[in-house]
Nanobody
Framework: QVELAEAGGGSVQYGGSLRLSCAAS????????MAWFRKPLGKEREAVAA??????YYTESVRGRFFVTLDRDKKRISLQMNGLKPEDTAMYFC????????????????????WGPGTQVTVSA
């Protein structure tokens, strides 16, 4: 079993920065891809970014503002969020799976077996 725990959420003003981190524990040897998803209040969950040892992936709305870092040995993923906007306000979830990330499905939440409880990010105008 794998457990994920997020940290680093909070409230910032427009244009501010936050750094989220997620650590995996338990049977982590099988993890090959880790990702961040977010769910704004009243909206569907969406992929933000994902990474495996060879590649990183970003949804278009965060490209150039958010940067994901994967520490494969420690099974930790971080998300540096810069230039935050009110539309980035959401609950952010860390996810992981036992296969590598792929362009065609890194953003499919159904492909991830493990999920953290989430951390809230709020951006005020």
């Amino acid at each position: 079993q794998v457990e994920l725990a997020e940290a680093g959420g909070g409230s910032v003003q427009y244009g501010g920065s936050l750094r989220l981190s997620c650590a995996a524990s338990g049977h982590t040897v099988s993890i090959d891809c880790m990702a961040w998803f977010r769910k704004p209040l009243g909206k569907e969950r969406e992929a933000v970014a994902a990474a495996d040892p060879w590649s990183s992936y970003y949804t278009e709305s965060v490209r150039g503002r958010f940067f994901v870092t994967l520490d494969r040995d420690k099974k930790r993923i971080s998300l540096q969020m810069n230039g935050l906007k009110p539309e980035d306000t959401a609950m952010y979830f860390c996810a992981a799976r036992d296969v590598y990330c792929y362009t065609e499905d890194y953003d499919n939440s159904a492909q991830y077996e493990y999920w953290g409880p989430g951390t809230q990010v709020t951006v005020s105008a």
